[in-house]
């Protein structure tokens, strides 16, 4: 509900008393009003946004929120909150409020027509939102790409350790296989290329074969998954991490020891495919994929193998094709993952799918919040963020970031929104 | 409104955090002591005026992600001139991709990966490339010493030492003919124990060992080398440059060669006053992370200087820069004289120090291309 | 040993099955005639092997020697979801719930063999999922009611009390759809009077799904009124097999099972 | 009074499952607790053996000491109350053997663990047998047989015995009883909570009945077992 | 000949400093049942407290002008820096773990995790990035047998390991306080009916595996006098490994994992290219795992994460 709206609730804090009226007034307002206020206020600033910055004596557009800012010149600071306040918190609230009557009968209409039309309707202003605040700057633009490859990333492990409950090191190798195996599609087909030569077809095609290379880096982190889905028939806690960590560490060194995909030096070169709209479209439907898959009955036989395996075998529930499905279907995401990261970066190297990106995606997913859709995608937007923010701080940055980590994991042991269902229907319907 | 004011930002992108800080520092470091220099002059001067100057110093936490979103930032919101950085190919070659379609000149001090600047006329380097160092070492070799079977130990999973070991390997047995590298060992990043490679070397009947890797490691595999009775030369590259290789290594050390940019022991002129400043500021004597930071910035510096004034059009000012960048002719750096090629790869001089027993680096020979 | 075999072939055929545990024979020659729709009760002391005769039927553990038939099929080696799937449903000594779960996923889950959605569905959310979920809902949902436990069906397991678990989870062994329904000790931690209740309600899915019940028990009231025969097991063996009354005055087993007092 | 309780409250996060319950016990007695699914019997013996903990106002005492200044393991190895939790939580990696001998980690007279240790297998001679086998694979009765057995090993002055006769067969369940009878013959007082409350209040001399978190009637066994609403309610009509 | 015996040597010495550090994961690990990912820090920090206690001895013998005999030197060394990271280990527990003693285990593998980056970056911040040198306490000698060399500290690293790892065995199966520690890591909650008191044997756990982890951190550091803010990230994976592979639970298991991995990792770099040493290494870990599902002496019950 008011979870939208992160810069009112933060930025409207002094006026404490105010806050449960304007909550309450503002509850009201469905998801469609909610995104039309924030359409709104990106169009503002895409309009006014330079004057006003130049105005308040900001050196440029602040580009996320400001945040960026504070640190390094926190003189700095009342302008952007100002610059924050009159851009986005007021008219979105405004907006938002004012519009809730009419958007309310428009959800009430939306809620009448088949689900995944609505849906569209409200990815597609979802999506204008992007476009137009993305717009003001290529920083922006990227930050906001890599947080949703970060997404599908955090989402794709979620299947595995929070739904099924395995604790898996693997996400780095799986991610590894996909950026590679796009990549080599890619370069291979389209790319004159030192390490396979002419292209083979032109390359204005290739956007269009775009999803095809992200599927092959899906199918092929997907396959390597069976090496650690079939121990599992077998094994698992505990020994299974050990067992995909070792994958994970195979991987990398196998990598390392083909020359012709560039060995340790990685593969460069790759096309910048991973625009906004396929990222976010990409986004989208592992979102979506996700999502009715660990709703559906079958889906939710992972979270029986999880509780109880005996019980759930006892129970009909086939857990072997249960385990293999969750481990291919988290690894094709992660695949997917690597293949819009290796077409958004242009370079990888097997040294960049180790440890540190292992402890990144798990601080994400139990950040977020174990067996929850929407408990990833608050993981790793709000980890991808802080750690943007907190860059200026150097060293200190990562003393803070655990410190919150852990912080969390006192209050919140299973992380900030686990076991909850992401009712699509719910979010989008009308407010009464 | 009112008009903004031209500041001429250099953006520094350097591995602060992640697992090279050290790397890090000595970019920060020389960077900071060329801003000094400049502020202490008022500014800088190009054509009739003189502009302020900022650093815009990102982590790139020696991530490749964070490069290129540190780059993007530099670029789109910071509006910085010049790029200096990053310093591992791991990261300097995506984020050249970057700086080459934003049009923006970046120099690599340190990032010795043919890709980091192939086919971008934005991208320079200020070291020298594995296909040239390999063979100095190798020819070094075969004249001082005149000997006829090598072996070498390297971090496959690190682009440098790989890459030098692999020209090395081919120059020698170019000299030496065919399987004159009887031992060509390999370990991991982060790996301590070379001991089963080192009894491989040993055991090869090798007459030296050449080993291109970072002072820490050079340290480890000097000492396990000697406690396996392995006690012939060991030979390494530009990466032992570094204060600290001596004082992790100690006496185990001493006596042994290896080819770089530069002596510390015996360096004169601009060189000995470098290393002294920066000995004197920070405590140790710089390693050759800084020293080529320092010449990377001052390249930098030069090319701005060269272009004879700025427009205030920092899309028009980049491409002038980066145009006198490639017209560089002879520029005398602390480590050595370097012109651009082609490629925005630096033509210059390597030299090749000894190990003093009092472990201090003697300048011993100069090759040069 | 039934004559009525010959018109009417047997539900579950257990013969002669033998299992060990390392050097402990933990069951010996166990065989079992089940007929359709009947309901038998199998007693025996502590650590007779009454749970490991389950556990070997439902392929938890397979027998070291010995035949298993259902309608005349070898479940012998299947994995045990196969055999859940081809008609035996159970209830565990412990209760195996999922403790993350609510009460109405349980029994939904429990449908798991009878989707035919397939993965497609469940990825893309085929026109079939939809309804076929709605069927698994709206099943699930009888069955709670039958089981006394509807008002449950949002809660998670783990705050429930003890008796509505053991309803839930019988609940869930329901929703396989089995022909015979194992229970191991169905009644532990309730009281008498939900005891009372448990014996309506196994009448009643008895009567409703036609199913042969196979139950281990240590209450003898809910044993004697509910079970056609009993067999009483001691250290693996079956020492008695007949209807209530003849377990009941056996001297043998009120000697190794029953003790004096209690029949009296 | 060897304990008293007054004015119990406890709370499970949001659910509040014991509201200002109180009871008494004399030393040397066979007190049970009988009720309904969920009515608060586990909870008042966690309670009293500081597993869970107690809101304000509660007030317990045992033999003149405030319960609620000690520790979960002080009230076992100090005051002497052992307790057989619900669902037996026996260490399944370890050994019957080990298990028992856990029991005594607390106590130092050699000499009568080795005693106690005896009485054990006297009163489950199949205990013996398995001695060596990991608890986690024991039988469901055999398990409980254990649970009551680590209880006699910890601490004899109080014993909390949480639904032992679950899951015993007949013959079993007689025997445990007896030498329950026993073990309270040697000064232990026994508090009971049961679901069967037939056989509960035969064995104990007084009863409570609980009901959603208060006691609502207590009394002599025999008097309970011939009142209405008890037989009614819990003794199956 | 000499060859195979110079690599078994070698194996020794490198298998030993997996077993000692999976020694004192293994400790936390199949005690409280917790990833323990903080230990692999705890034993950087054991090794940098070490080369401070080492180095303020030197700096305190000179002064006083006395020549410390090394092997005095050592005790003392080991014996100071394993007190004061123990007193690491139970702040670790107290902070990090206790809290989430009913968590999921792997929110409690999270906040260890995090602990260690900490621990890496506190370091960093307080020492700054410069390597150290670990003095060298007692004086290498070299022997040379047939071609075969060793010295004087592989032999005090592999006789420490062994003895630590048979004590450590003892000491969990035969003591009460081991029986305890056991106990707790089946089912923790009720441990206090024993009259065992949680928050003493957790924190002792903790305590030992610290302590553990500063003297092989101390020998570490003799062996490979390169100190660095991170070395301990890798070699705490490992260990990881190796207590794993033991099997759950298993002291003995886990120590001897640690020789194996060590093993393992010098035996195929000596048959096999040695680029491809992790390649094999790890698919040998994994075939080893895929058929004893359950490491070599852990049980299928164990194998259960608690969620
Ligand atoms: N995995 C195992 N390893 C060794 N022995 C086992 C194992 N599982 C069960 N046993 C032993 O086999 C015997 C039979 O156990 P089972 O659980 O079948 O008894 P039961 O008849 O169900 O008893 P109860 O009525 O007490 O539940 C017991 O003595 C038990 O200790
Ligand atoms: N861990 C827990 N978390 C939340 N609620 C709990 C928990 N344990 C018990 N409860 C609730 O507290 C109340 C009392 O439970 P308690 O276990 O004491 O009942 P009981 O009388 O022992 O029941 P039973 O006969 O089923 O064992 C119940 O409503 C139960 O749902
Ligand atoms: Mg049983
Ligand atoms: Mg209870």
Same mark, same amino acid.
């Given at each position: 509900m008011a979870t939208q709206i992160p810069q009112t609730s933060t930025s409207e804090h002094a006026s404490a008393g105010f806050l449960p009226r304007i909550g309450r007034s503002l509850a009201v307002v469905p998801a469609l009003g909610w995104l039309i206020g924030v359409l709104c206020a990106v169009i503002i600033e895409y309009v006014i946004g330079d004057t006003l910055a130049v105005m308040l004596y900001l050196p440029k557009v602040p580009a996320l929120f400001g945040t960026t800012l504070v640190l390094k010149e926190p003189l700095l600071f009342p302008s952007a909150l100002l610059f924050v306040l009159l851009v986005y918190a007021l008219p979105i609230g405004a907006v938002a409020r004012m519009s809730a009557g009419w958007t309310n009968r428009a959800a009430v209409a939306l809620e009448r027509v088949p689900i995944w039309l609505s849906v569209l309707v409200h990815l597609g202003l979802l999506y204008a939102v992007l476009h137009v605040w993305t717009e003001a700057s290529d920083y922006r633009l990227q930050v906001a790409k890599l947080i949703m490859i970060a997404v599908m990333l955090t989402l794709s492990i979620n299947v595995i350790n929070g739904y099924m409950g395995e604790f898996s090191c693997s996400h780095p190798g799986f991610m590894a296989l996909g950026a590679y195996a796009s990549s080599v599609f890619t370069l291979l087909l389209f790319k004159q290329d030192r390490l396979f030569g002419a292209a083979l077809l032109p390359e204005s095609l290739g956007p269009y074969f775009f999803p095809i290379a992200l599927v092959i880096g899906g199918a092929a982190a997907a396959l390597g998954a069976l090496v650690v889905a079939i121990p599992s028939f077998r094994t698992r806690g505990d020994y299974l991490a050990i067992i995909s960590l070792a994958f994970m560490f195979i991987v990398k060194s196998a990598i390392e020891n083909i020359e012709p995909i560039g060995g340790p030096r990685g593969m460069g070169g790759q096309p910048h495919w991973s625009t906004l709209p396929a990222v976010f479209a990409g986004m989208a439907i592992c979102i979506w994929i996700i999502n009715n898959f660990v709703r559906s009955t079958m889906g939710k036989a992972l979270n029986a193998v999880r509780d109880n395996e005996i019980a759930a075998d006892a129970m009909t529930v086939n857990t072997r094709r249960t385990k293999m499905v969750a481990f291919m279907f988290g690894a094709f995401w992660a695949g997917v993952a690597g293949g819009f990261y290796a077409h958004e970066v242009r370079h990888v190297t097997p040294g960049s799918f180790g440890i540190q990106m292992l402890a990144e995606v798990l601080a994400m997913v139990y950040f977020g919040g174990l067996n929850s859709v929407v408990g990833s995608i608050v993981g790793a937007v709000s980890i991808s963020m802080i750690s943007e923010i907190l860059k200026p701080l150097q060293l200190y940055k990562w003393i803070i970031i655990p410190l919150i980590l852990i912080l969390v994991m006192i209050f919140r042991p299973t992380g900030l929104v686990a076991f909850r269902d992401f009712d699509i229907k719910r979010i989008l319907g009308a407010r009464r | 409104g009112k008009k903004r004011e031209t500041i001429i930002k250099i953006g520094i992108n350097a591995p602060i955090t992640g697992d090279i800080p050290k790397v890090g520092e000595g970019s920060k470091y020389a960077a900071q002591m060329w801003l000094e220099d400049i502020e202490k002059a008022g500014g800088l001067q190009v054509g009739d005026k003189k502009y302020p100057v900022a650093l815009v110093i990102e982590d790139n936490e020696s991530k490749a992600e964070s490069a290129v979103k540190a780059n993007t930032k530099m670029i789109t919101e910071d509006g910085v001139m010049v790029i200096i950085g990053p310093q591992s190919s791991k990261q300097a070659v995506p984020a050249g991709g970057v700086a080459n379609d934003y049009q923006t000149p970046m120099i +690599? $001090?340190? +990032? @010795?990966? $043919? #890709? @980091? @600047?192939? #086919?971008? $006329?934005f991208v320079f380097r200020a070291c020298f490339l594995d296909p040239f160092q390999g063979p100095v070492a190798a020819k070094f070799v075969k004249e001082e010493f005149g000997y006829t079977k090598a072996a070498v130990l390297y971090d496959v999973a690190s682009d440098y030492p790989k890459g030098l070991a692999e020209f090395f390997k081919m120059a020698w047995e170019e000299i030496n003919g065919p399987d004159s590298v009887v031992a060509y060992e390999s370990f991991t990043t982060k790996d301590t124990d070379f001991s089963s490679q080192l009894t491989k070397i040993k055991d090869s009947g090798a007459e030296f060992l050449f080993t291109p890797q970072y002072y820490n490691e050079v340290a480890l595999i000097v000492k396990q080398a000697h406690e396996l009775g392995f006690n012939n030369p060991i030979i390494g590259s530009d990466s032992w440059g570094s204060a600290e290789t001596v004082s992790l290594c100690g006496e185990d050390c001493y006596g042994l060669f290896f080819s770089s940019h530069y002596a510390a022991a015996g360096a004169q002129g601009a060189t000995k006053e470098f290393i002294d400043r920066y000995q004197q500021k920070h405590g140790y004597v710089p390693d050759d992370v800084a020293a080529l930071t320092w010449d990377a910035i001052r390249l930098a510096q030069q090319a701005i200087e060269n272009t004879g004034g700025l427009s205030g059009d920092i899309k028009k000012d980049r491409v002038a820069v980066r145009d006198q960048l490639a017209k560089i002719k002879d520029f005398a750096g602390i480590t050595g004289n370097m012109t651009f090629t082609e490629e925005g790869d630096p033509i210059k001089c390597a030299v090749i120090v000894r190990i003093s027993d009092q472990g201090e680096y003697e300048f011993y020979k100069q090759v040069c291309p | 040993m039934n004559t009525s075999a010959v018109h009417n072939p047997p539900l579950l055929q257990v013969i002669e099955m033998t299992h060990f545990f390392g050097g402990l024979r933990?069951?010996?020659?166990y065989n079992l005639t089940l007929m359709p729709g009947q309901i038998r009760g199998l007693i025996g002391p502590n650590g007779a092997g009454k749970t490991t005769i389950f556990n070997l039927i439902t392929g938890i553990h397979t027998p070291t020697r010995g035949r298993i038939e259902l309608e005349g099929r070898n479940l012998v080696g299947l994995r045990p979801h196969q055999i859940a799937a081809s008609g035996l449903g159970r209830t565990f000594q412990n209760m195996l719930l999922w403790r993350h779960m609510t009460v109405l996923e349980h029994v939904r889950l429990a449908h798991y063999a009878q989707l035919k959605y397939g993965l497609a569905g469940a990825f893309f959310g085929s026109r079939l999922r939809y309804a076929e979920e709605q069927r698994v809902a709206d099943n699930s949902m009888r069955l709670l009611e039958t089981f006394d436990v509807a008002r449950f069906a949002d809660q998670i397991v783990t705050n429930l009390p003890y008796g509505v678990q053991r309803r839930v989870e019988m609940a869930r062994a329901m929703a396989t759809e089995p022909k015979v329904l194992f229970l191991d000790e169905p009644t532990a931690g309730m009281t008498p009077e939900e005891l009372v209740q448990m014996i309506g309600i196994i009448r009643k899915i008895h009567e409703e799904f036609k199913v042969a019940i196979l139950l281990i028990e240590h209450r003898l009231k809910f044993v004697m009124e509910l079970c056609e025969r009993i067999q009483t097991l001691v250290f693996g063996e079956v020492i008695a097999e007949g209807t209530p009354e003849e377990i009941k005055n056996n001297p043998d087993v009120i000697e190794a099972y029953l003790g004096k007092e209690e029949v009296a | 009074m060897q304990l008293t309780v007054e004015n119990l409250h406890v709370s499970y996060g949001q659910i509040k499952a014991l509201h200002g319950l109180g009871f008494s016990i004399v030393q040397g007695e066979i007190v049970c607790i009988i009720g309904a699914n969920g009515a608060g019997k586990s909870t008042t013996l966690r309670a009293i053996s500081r597993l869970v903990d107690a809101e304000k106002g509660s007030h317990m005492v045992f033999e003149g000491k405030d319960l609620l200044k000690f520790q979960p393991d002080k009230v076992v190895s100090e005051l002497g109350i052992s307790h057989v939790p619900e669902g037996r939580r026996l260490f399944g990696n370890l050994t019957v053997m080990e298990n028992l001998q856990l029991a005594t980690f607390a106590r130092r007279d050699r000499a009568l663990i080795k005693e106690n240790l005896e009485t054990v297998f006297e009163i489950f001679p199949r205990l013996l047998e398995r001695e060596s086998q990991l608890s986690a694979t024991l039988s469901g009765g055999e398990q409980q047989m254990l649970a009551v057995g680590r209880a006699y090993m910890t601490g004899r002055k109080m014993m909390l015995l949480d639904e032992p006769s679950m899951g015993l067969a007949p013959l079993m369940m007689l025997s445990m009883f007896d030498a329950l009878k026993e073990i309270n013959r040697a000064g232990t007082t026994i508090l009971l909570v049961e679901q069967n409350a037939r056989l509960a209040l035969k064995f104990a001399q007084r009863g409570y009945v609980i009901e959603n978190g208060r006691i609502v009637l207590e009394g002599e066994s025999r008097a309970l077992l011939e009142n209405p609403d008890v037989k009614k309610a819990y003794l199956g009509g | 000949m000499a060859f195979f015996l110079q690599n078994v040597i070698n194996a020794l010495q490198w298998g030993s400093f997996y077993a000692l550090i999976a020694l004192g994961y293994s400790m936390v690990y199949s005690i409280l049942m917790l990833f323990n990912f903080t230990h692999g820090d705890i034993f950087m920090t054991g090794t940098y407290i070490g080369f401070g206690v080492a180095t303020a001895l030197v700096a305190l013998a000179t002064a006083l002008s006395w020549s410390m005999p090394g092997w005095l030197l050592l005790v003392l060394t080991i014996i100071i820096a394993m007190f004061l990271t123990s007193i690491l280990g139970v702040v670790v527990e107290r902070v990090g773990y206790r809290p989430l003693r009913e968590a999921p285990r792997a929110s409690a593998a999270i906040t260890g995790l995090m602990i260690g980056i900490m621990l890496e970056y506190g370091n960093l911040a307080i020492l700054g990035t410069q390597r150290y040198n670990f003095p060298s306490i007692i004086e290498t000698v070299t022997y040379d047998v047939g071609g075969v060399f060793f010295t004087n500290k592989k032999i005090l690293i592999v006789g420490v390991a062994l003895l630590l790892m048979i004590a450590l065995h003892q000491f969990i199966h035969k003591t009460r306080w081991g029986m305890a520690m056991r106990a707790m890591s089946y089912d923790f909650q009720v441990v206090p009916l024993m009259g065992v008191s949680l928050n003493v044997i957790a924190p002792m756990t903790f305590a030992i595996g610290s302590a553990l982890a500063a003297a092989g951190g101390i020998l570490y550091g003799m062996a490979y006098p390169v100190l660095d803010p991170f070395m301990g990230i890798l070699l705490g994976w490992k260990s990881f490994v190796a207590a794993i592979l033991g099997g759950r639970g298993s002291i003995l298991g886990a120590a001897l994992a640690g020789f194996l991995l060590g093993f393992i990792e010098i035996f195929t770099a000596m048959v096999f290219p040695s680029t491809f040493r992790d390649l094999i290494a790890y698919s040998i870990i994994l075939l080893i795992l895929t058929f004893r599902p359950y490491g070599f002496f852990g049980q299928a019950h164990s194998a259960q994460l608690r969620l």
């Open positions: - | +690599s $001090p340190w +990032s @010795t990966n $043919p #890709d @980091t @600047t192939k #086919d971008r $006329p | 933990a069951v010996h020659d | - | -």
